[in-house]
């Protein structure tokens, strides 16, 4: 079946450093890929996505390819702030209208 | 613009008792998703809707969990004779038929509490 593996955390990190977050999967196909984020208190907020290999997804600083080759989709942000601070959920789609699969999570924790 | 909304945001309950939550989609979508999120760990699909026709349903949901979608906008999750391992955050989440990557936006979930 599908899964996603992404590091544990927490990942604790100084204000304006470079966060990397992996998440590799399985799947047959070609998936859909997601980042998911939830801040402390809130509900699942959609970050980024990617729908087929080498797209890049993009928002708020945060950047993601697909890489097919690797199965990964790694998460990346070049200078991290305290609003950052969240957690993170790698997450698959096989097929629109089909459901999510998520990895475990990685807690940020972003100090000034 | 309204997005996902659950209701109630909290539920406190004794083992055995009967809980029921709702879920409201955005007003367009017509897919809606039911998943569970233990403390620490990523979501985990339950069942999801496409109108009022419940199409897939996951082997974590026994015979104790019911959810329907009767007019094919809100849906409710009831879960009878709850035990203490039903404790969890409950998510619902909406999508647009015919989106190519059907997009699921996520409520704020409702958290429950078996004691």
């Known amino acids: 079946g599908n899964s996603v593996t992404q590091m544990e955390g927490p990942v604790t990190l100084s204000e304006e450093a470079f966060l990397t977050i992996n998440c590799t999967y399985t799947?047959?196909?070609?998936?859909?890929l997601f980042w998911y984020v939830q801040y402390p208190g809130e509900g699942l907020q959609l970050l980024l996505k990617?729908?087929?290999?080498?797209d890049k997804g993009s928002n708020k600083g945060f950047e993601a390819t697909y890489r097919k080759e690797t199965t990964s989709f790694h998460l990346e942000k070049g200078s991290v702030q305290v609003s950052d601070s969240a957690v993170y959920f790698c997450?698959?789609?096989?097929?629109?209208?089909?459901?999510?699969?998520f990895g475990g999570g990685t807690r940020v924790l972003v100090k000034p | 613009d309204t997005g996902v909304s659950q209701d109630p945001r909290h539920k406190i309950t004794k083992r055995g008792q009967n809980v029921t939550f709702r879920c409201d989609p955005i007003?367009?979508?017509?897919?809606l998703y039911w998943y569970r999120q233990t403390l620490g760990q990523g979501p985990e699909f339950l069942t999801y809707?496409?109108?009022?026709?419940?199409?897939?349903k996951s082997r974590l949901l026994s015979d104790r969990f019911s959810a329907e979608r009767p007019k094919g906008s809100f849906s409710t999750l009831e879960i009878q004779r709850t035990e203490q391992g039903d404790s969890a955050m409950y998510l619902c989440?909406?999508?647009?038929?015919?989106?190519?990557?059907?997009?699921?936006?996520f409520g704020p979930g409702t958290r429950l509490t078996v004691l």
């Open positions: 007003s367009e979508h017509n897919r």
């Open positions: 799947a047959t196909g070609y998936p859909s």
């Open positions: 997450a698959l789609i096989k097929a629109a209208g089909n459901k999510l699969t």
């Open positions: 989440a909406s999508s647009l038929d015919g989106a190519s990557t059907d997009t699921q936006y």
């Open positions: 809707f496409q109108n009022e026709a419940q199409l897939e």
């Open positions: 990617a729908t087929k290999a080498d």
